[in-house]
C-alpha cells in the first residue's frame, strides 16, 4: 500500500522558518517526480514545488517560493522535506506531498497519483 505521510507542520510566526517532511513508502519512486502543494479552504490545491526522487537532484518551484524555500530529499530514509523561510501569513495552509510517475516537472495537480492526507501550517501575522 503506497503512503506518503507529511508531518511537521505548526503554528509559526510571520517571518519564521519551518520544515516540514513526506515520509515515503509501499513502492519504488525511483524515476518519480515529488511534488509539494498547497491548499485553502474554497481554493484550488496549489503547487509550491517539486523535486527529482531519484538520479541527479532537480528541484522546481512556484514563483513566489522561489529563494525562500527548499526542498531537499533523503532516499535513505524514503523522506522528502520543504524548508519554508520567511513564512507569510497569507501562506497559511494544508500542505500536501505527491508523487508523479515520470522524470519530468509537473505543476499541475491532476498529474499527480499518490498524495499524502496534509499537514497544517500556520503562519500568524
Known amino acids: 500500500q503506497v503512503q506518503l505521510v507529511e508531518s511537521g507542520g505548526e503554528l509559526v510566526q510571520a517571518g519564521g522558518s519551518l520544515r516540514i517532511s513526506c515520509a515515503a513508502s509501499?513502492?519504488?519512486?525511483?524515476?518519480?517526480?515529488m511534488g509539494w502543494f498547497r491548499q485553502v479552504p474554497g481554493k484550488e490545491r496549489e503547487f509550491v514545488g517539486a523535486i527529482t526522487w531519484s538520479g541527479t537532484i532537480k528541484t522546481y518551484y512556484e514563483d513566489s517560493a522561489k529563494g525562500r524555500f527548499t526542498i531537499s530529499r533523503d532516499n535513505a530514509k524514503n523522506t522528502v522535506y520543504l524548508q519554508m523561510n520567511s513564512l507569510k501569513p497569507e501562506e497559511t495552509a494544508v500542505y500536501y506531498c505527491a508523487a508523479a510517475p515520470g522524470g519530468v516537472v509537473r505543476t499541475a495537480a491532476y498529474e499527480y497519483t499518490y498524495w499524502g492526507q496534509g499537514t497544517q501550517v500556520t503562519v500568524s501575522s
Open positions: 509501499g513502492r519504488s519512486f525511483s524515476g518519480y517526480i
